[in-house]
């Protein structure tokens, strides 16, 4: 961990997971809420995009 002024206290590992538990947990309510909210058509085209993503992300060689 990076250090901080000699003042101030670095935060417990323990308090690290469970605000990174709670950030998941809101962003998963927030995905789940804004895929809710799509009309049939906003939903096809966001499937169309991610299958796009997924075919173009299968050509780039990550190992170069």
Known sequence: ???IGK???QPKKRDLKSRRKRLRNQLE???AAY???LSGEALEEENRIGLAMADASSHVNFDE
């Open 35 to 37: 895929y809710a909210s």
């Open 7 to 9: 003042n101030k206290k």
């Open 29 to 31: 309510k927030a995905t």
């Open 1 to 3: 961990m990076k250090k």
